[in-house]
């Protein structure tokens, strides 16, 4: 039932910048791209989420495509505690959400 | 604010037994989800409510899983008679209107033997 595909894996280097892909080809015209992250053992946690312009807060920025069809979350300066699975989510008109696999970020020192 | 508030952080039991776990919403948000997330299917969506009204239970596995919300700071997840395969951590989660940010508690962990 997922809508997004993600990378089930990725490295990045303590202080630099993350990058998280993910494609939603299928994303309707009033859905919105929703991006979580869950650090081992607690409840996932919201990140950021945008419909159509990129959108920056104090914890990442999301990067959505013209055609909506893709969108990369960055993590300006990734550390230790950033290591977790993040989730991108499509989200329908009553937030029903569908978490797929998501990707594993391991942040190394 | 506390969060979404979930009981109990662990639940071990014994297969044939009935099961209640609880939820807490955040104090004024109008919509409250229950998730189960495993190993083998990750996190999976059960039922939501919207103001206390179930509104999709699809996600619902079977006739021994139910929920209510009985009023705006309150609801549970009932497995009777529970079954090992029935192991995962439960989530609880409330947002405060449509398409808008969800809020996870720190979940149930919950062990049928």
């Known amino acids: 039932d997922a809508k997004t595909t993600q990378p089930p894996s990725m490295d990045c280097a303590e202080g630099r910048a993350a990058n998280l892909p993910c494609n939603h080809s299928?994303?309707?015209?009033?859905?919105?791209v929703y991006w979580y992250r869950q650090i081992h053992s607690q409840g996932p946690q919201y990140i950021i989420h945008?419909?159509?312009n990129n959108e920056t807060n104090e914890m990442a920025s999301l990067i959505i495509t013209e055609d909506r069809k893709s969108s990369t979350l960055i993590l300006p300066h990734a550390t230790l505690r950033d290591t977790a699975v993040y989730y991108c989510?499509?989200?329908?008109?009553?937030?029903?959400?569908?978490f797929g696999s998501g990707t594993k970020l391991n942040v190394k020192p | 604010d506390a969060g979404v508030i979930q009981s109990p952080r662990h639940e071990v039991t014994e297969m044939g037994q009935e099961v209640t776990l609880r939820c807490k919403p955040i104090?004024?948000?109008?919509?409250l989800f229950w998730y189960r997330q495993t190993m083998m299917r990750g996190l999976e969506l059960l039922i939501y409510?919207?103001?206390?009204?179930?509104?999709?239970d699809s996600g619902m596995p079977e006739d021994r899983f139910s929920a209510k919300m009985p009023n705006a700071s309150f609801s549970t997840l009932k497995i009777q008679p529970s079954e090992p395969r029935d192991s995962a951590v439960y989530f609880c989660?409330?947002?405060?209107?449509?398409?808008?940010?969800?809020?996870f508690g720190a979940g149930t962990r919950l062990s049928v033997l």
């Open positions: 989660a409330s947002s405060p209107a449509n398409r808008d940010i969800q809020y």
């Open positions: 299928t994303i309707s015209g009033n859905e919105y």
């Open positions: 945008g419909l159509k």
């Open positions: 989510i499509v989200g329908d008109n009553f937030n029903k959400f569908y």
């Open positions: 104090s004024g948000h109008n919509s």
């Open positions: 409510f919207n103001n206390n009204v179930p509104i999709d």
